[in-house]
């Protein structure tokens, strides 16, 4: 009886084990886990009007609308960012539920400070870029990009803000954040833009970190992506890789952060839950 009883709890001890080991699955909710000072993470996502995969906003019920930043919400939660850059984010549109979109996201995650640019704002349609955050802003200001017809309008907005010393190792520091959407269709107008924004940028004193949707892939030989950060001295997070797609549809990465030569990615990974017609990119980032 006693090496039955005990063979019995062998048996137990080894599923208990296999269980515990298990790798999680690509739709496992990426948990919240304390992280060493120094460091702080962001996360960058177009959310795409609130849509999630719909067609068309405007073929949704502002009901589902809601559920849709929802789960946006809840992946903040989750992943418990520092910062958060958004594009497609709404004010009160008629297509999108007639509310503002940045206050309700950052409502729902808990985060208590935000800021919107209004790039497009014409025929009850208000959208752009939008920064939600933990730490107090100062110094926003929003950019409209010089008109680009026939596609909508682009910009950008710039934040800067102080992190806690608890977060870097017992000193402040302060960041200047950009939260970026680049035109889709010419490569010659993201060129133009680039040079606007890096005519914005250019004097800023503090490390800079800019992302979003940047509608374009790392070039062979020149492009926005490299002209950015050959302007600016920013780099990327394995720019030639093959396996970071952001827009399913196409399977290209056109989300991307980039930050300054004083940081480093410690980690960086492309979420996989479907909240937009763009996969939402988070990294964490240190100061050397």
């Known amino acids: ?11 137990i001890l080894a599923l208990l084990l296999e269980v515990g080991c298990r790798a999680p699955s690509a739709s496992t909710p990426i948990v919240s886990q304390a992280r060493p000072a120094q ?9 795409a009007h609130g849509r999630k995969d719909g067609r068309n906003q405007m073929l949704q019920r502002t009901a589902t609308i809601r559920r849709n930043l929802d789960d946006i919400a809840r992946l903040l939660t989750q992943t418990a960012p520092d910062i958060v850059a958004l594009q497609e984010a709404d004010g009160p549109s008629f297509w999108s539920g007639n509310f503002d979109h940045v206050k309700y996201l950052a409502q729902q995650a808990k985060l208590p400070h935000h800021t919107r640019g209004s790039h497009v704002n014409k025929g009850r349609i208000d959208y752009g870029t939008a920064l939600i955050s933990k730490h107090p802003f100062s110094k926003t200001q929003s950019v409209k990009f010089p008109p680009s017809p026939p596609t909508f309008n682009k910009g950008f907005v710039t934040a800067e803000l102080t992190l806690p010393p608890a977060k870097i190792g017992g000193r402040k520091a302060t960041l200047t954040v950009v939260s970026l959407h680049l035109d889709f269709s010419r490569n010659s107008v993201r060129e133009k833009q680039i040079q606007h924004l890096v005519q914005h940028l250019k004097n800023i004193k503090t490390p800079l970190i800019i992302m979003g949707d940047f509608n374009c892939q790392w070039p062979k030989k020149k492009g926005p992506l490299k002209t950015l950060t050959q302007e600016l001295n920013l780099h990327a997070y394995r720019p030639e890789s093959k396996t970071l797609k952001t827009y399913p549809v196409f399977k290209t990465r056109l989300d991307w952060i980039l930050i300054s030569k004083e940081l480093r990615f ?4 492309v979420l996989p839950e479907r909240l937009s017609d763009h996969h939402a990119t988070r990294a964490t980032i240190l100061f050397k």
């Open 266 to 269: 410690t980690q960086y990974q």
């Open 1 to 11: 009886m006693q090496r039955v009883t005990r063979q019995i709890g062998i048996i």
């Open 39 to 47: 460091e702080f993470s962001i996360i960058t996502l177009n959310i």
